[in-house]
């Protein structure tokens, strides 16, 4: 099996404007690739309008960027050394934020505790923990389940007539793929064989636990006809 031969981020203008243009001439909307690539699309937006000081750290932006490359099928390397080199230009911007807040944060009056006040503090803390704590577990409850789908990574091209489907969930949640469901291992992990046939494949792959919503992975698996022997 292969992916889908990637091509050349060409163009001009910023790394956002270039990854823009893709997208818009592939005719997809931001919204329906952050949800199907579980990135938030404030994260997405950011990106393609350059708003490098609007995103989290490198690590969680080099695996945005990597997943945003391959779903638009454009070189990831090039995708990525323009982003370190864009990047730079706002890292001094970000160091005078952080200069000026640490400035600023010496300048605030120093506040003297009396023991009424830190009872009440300490009462409200404990009370903001517990609302926190069930806010936490309340989202944890009704939030669909992570679902990683390591194997295909992607949408691909092949020749086979069988495919082995391979990720991992939560442990509480069920699993199904085309609308059958499969048993997962005890530590969510699943791998269930496919049958393929000519053409184009849509699989869908979905998990829910008890009370919510469903999370779902779709790939796309382009069936091609053996060759004549």
Known sequence: MGDFTSKSLRGHGTLGERLRKVREERGEELSSIAESLQIQSKYLDAL????????????????????????????????????????????????KQAREALEKDKRMPRVVLTPRMLRRSVVALILLLILLYLGIEAKRIVSPPVLLITSPAGDIKTTDRAITIVGKTE????????????????????????????????IIITAKKTHSAEQRVQRNILVEKLPAG
Do not use: W
Request: proline letters at 5%; one cysteine or more; charged letters at 25%.
């Open 171 to 202: 442990p509480e949640a069920s699993v199904s793929i085309n609308g059958e469901a499969i048993i997962p291992k005890s530590t969510g992990e699943f791998s269930e064989e496919i049958q393929l046939t000519e053409g184009l494949n849509t």
């Open 48 to 95: 393609e309008c350059g708003r490098y000081l609007d995103l989290p750290g490198d690590v969680y932006v080099t695996s945005f960027l990597k997943r945003y490359a391959e779903h638009l099928k454009v070189n990831t390397k090039t995708v990525l050394h323009l982003y370190q080199r864009e990047r730079q230009v706002y890292q001094p911007q970000q160091d």
